[in-house]
Each structure stands twice: as C-alpha cells, then as structure tokens.
C-alpha cells in the first residue's frame, strides 16, 4: 500500500489519522473532504508541508470525482472517515446520513471494487450494537440493534462493506470505536462542548439526568488502533475499539468543571435527547489480542491534554465560530437560551 484516499481528513478524527500517517509512516496521503460544516480548514494547516500530501474538496458520492483521483493518484487503498458524525442533527433530519454514510459508502466500495483495491478500511461506530444494559458488553459478532438515524445510517453502511467483501471480495475491514475526544473536535460534541462554554462562562445543557454512560477513549488511541487495522488487520473482519474509561456524563462534566476551575452551578438540565441510548459497551479483547494494542493514554491526563489544547487554540474556535452561525444552531440543538 502506497497511495492512501483518507475520506473526511478536515473533521476530527481524519484529521488525527493524517497527522499520524504523516508523522510516522511515508505512505502517500490524498484527503478527500466535502468540507461540510465539521470540515475545518484550520485542521489542515499542519498537513501543507508535507509534499506527500495532497487534498481534493469533494463528495465521496460523486463516483466521476471519486474515479479521477483514483486514476489520477494511482490510489491502492481507502480509509473511510467520511460521514455525517452528528446524532442530534441525525434525529432532526435523517436524510444528509442516508447521503453521506449509505450512499457515499456504497458509491466507495464499488471504486473499491472496479480499481481493485488492495484494503478498503470503514470506520464505524460502537453506536451500531445499540444500547447495552447495565453489565452487558457487545462483541464483534453481537446483534446490530441501532437506535437513532446516525447509528442506523453506520449501520447500514457496515452491512453494505459485509456484502461486498462477501460478494464481490472487497479486501474490506471495519473498526468501531467508542467515543472519542481529543483536538481539532467540533464543539457540538460533549466534551468540547462543555470545555468551550465552561471557559467562556456559559451554561452546560446536560440531557435528562446525565446518567448516560459512553467509554472514552483519547483520539490518538484510536488512531494507532486504525493504523494497526488497516496495516495488518484481517479482510472481512470487524475490530472493536474501546478503552477502559466508562463513565457516566454527569461525572464527566463535573470532572472538566472541576479542571479549569469553574462552578457546577453552570450545569442546565435539559429536555432528553429523543431515543437517548442510556449506555455503549464494547469488548475490545480482538484488537488486544490480535496486535497487542493498548491505548495510551489515561484518561485523567488525556483530558486534562485535551483541555489544554482548547484553551492553547482559541483562534481556532474564533475562526470555526465565525465560520458557521455557530450560537443559532446551538440553540436549536440543545434547546438553552
Ligand atoms: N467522534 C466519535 O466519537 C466517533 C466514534 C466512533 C466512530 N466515529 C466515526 O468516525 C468517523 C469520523 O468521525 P468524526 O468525529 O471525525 O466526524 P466529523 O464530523 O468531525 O468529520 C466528518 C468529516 O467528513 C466530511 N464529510 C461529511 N460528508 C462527506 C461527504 N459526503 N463527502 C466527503 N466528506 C464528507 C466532513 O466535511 C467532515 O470533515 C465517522 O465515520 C464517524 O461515524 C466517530
């Protein structure tokens, strides 16, 4: 593998995996990036000298745009992060996931398939196991039992990279991870959003009674894991991601409002987000076992490097606030004045 299309390189996540790929590997990196709300140009900035890196704006459904680059670029294998990432925007309108997760996958898998690619590598969600009861775990080979649009939509998408591994031998791997938290995340996410309203003195709209329960794990642990999958990971299979950080959003909140050092009095309780899945649990004994991964990172210190961060790169914040009508849609969303 030569010649890498990473699909939605400017969010998040993407943004860390070409990070690493450039730090530590010498792999060609092509970013294809529809640069939709959660694509940030600001994530891109460190990736301009690297003269192994080249980005396209794009959508992954265009198959005429997708298959010039893949003939331009000599593509070998495809990373896809693309999708809308959103569970909140998914519940007010489904149909930009059926787009961009369902349609999108589809439309690179079968690229995948007439360029005879060497790994089509999908990252997917723990979301797509549904909600787990208290004591309960999923395993790779646990139902989907998807609860909202967005995990429907990842879903969806897994399905279709099964069947074309099955049907037309697409070398395909899926990982699912947990939630991630780190830099360059879009603050309508939990974490930065309860560091970048608790540093601005804003109030922290919590849904229900904060008892849901996510496992954590820090952006860069992901990433190793990704690499690890896709360098060495098996065709046709599905690796978990998950750290050992469970915890319960209420807990977490009063952690980053006791780092930076402000009051609880700024937690808001708000109506419930509609089908809120109470709890994610994953097993991820395959990837430990398969390539002796670990994560790093604790998660105290991971999220005292993560507040850090934000507080390091308010321009960022300034830039992204400027960018989009940021303070309207937050209200919709969370519904908080
Ligand atoms: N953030 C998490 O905690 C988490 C956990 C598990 C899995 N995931 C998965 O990881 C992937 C990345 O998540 P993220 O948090 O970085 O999301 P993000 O919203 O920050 O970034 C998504 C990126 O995809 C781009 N994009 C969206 N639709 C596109 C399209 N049609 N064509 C091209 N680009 C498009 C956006 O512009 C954006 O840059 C997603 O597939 C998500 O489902 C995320």
């Known amino acids: 593998m030569k010649n890498i299309l990473i699909t939605g390189g400017a969010g998040f ?5 070409i990070k690493l790929l450039l730090e530590e590997r010498d792999y060609n990196v ?12 600001d994530n891109l900035l460190p990736f301009v000298d690297f003269g192994n890196y080249k980005f ?34 998914s519940i007010q309108n489904s149909y930009p996931f059926m787009h961009s997760n369902v349609e999108g996958t589809l439309n690179l898998l079968n690229i995948a398939k007439q360029f005879k ?21 999923f395993d790779e080979n646990s139902n989907l039992q998807p609860n909202s649009p967005y995990s429907s939509s990842k879903a969806s998408a897994d399905l ?7 049907t037309h031998s697409v070398p395909a791997i899926i990982t699912r991870s947990s939630n991630n938290f780190g830099p360059n995340q879009y603050p309508e996410k939990l974490i930065p959003l309860v560091i970048t309203n608790a540093l601005e003195g804003k109030k922290i709209p919590v849904y229900g009674t904060g008892e849901n329960i996510r496992n954590w794990i820090y952006v860069e642990d992901n990433c190793r894991a990704i690499l690890e999958c896709f360098e060495k990971g098996k065709e046709g299979e599905i690796y978990n991601i998950a750290s050992g950080n469970e915890l319960d959003n209420l807990t977490l909140i009063k952690s980053i409002l006791r780092i930076i050092g402000k009051s609880e009095d700024l937690i808001e309780f708000v109506e419930d987000r509609l089908g809120h899945d109470l709890r994610y649990s994953i097993n991820s004994d395959k990837i430990r076992n398969s390539f002796n991964w670990d994560e790093k990172y604790n998660f105290h210190p991971a999220l ?15 830039n992204l606030k400027e960018r989009t009508n940021f303070s309207e849609f937050y209200k919709t969303l969370y519904r908080v004045d």
């Open 13 to 17: 996540i993407g943004s860390n995996f």
């Open 30 to 41: 092509f970013n294809l990036d529809l640069m939709s709300y959660a694509g940030n140009p």
């Open 56 to 89: 396209y704006k794009g959508d992954i459904a265009d198959f005429k745009l997708v298959s010039e680059i893949m003939y331009k670029e000599e593509i070998d294998s495809i990373i896809n992060f693309a999708a809308e990432s959103h569970v909140d925007r």
């Open 117 to 137: 690619l060497t790994k089509f590598l999908q990252i997917s969600t723990d979301e797509v196991y549904g909600s787990a009861s208290s004591g309960e775990t």
């Open 160 to 166: 279709f990279v099964r069947s074309y591994y099955k």
């Open 304 to 318: 005292e490097k993560t507040i850090n961060w934000y507080l390091e790169n308010k321009i960022w914040l300034q």
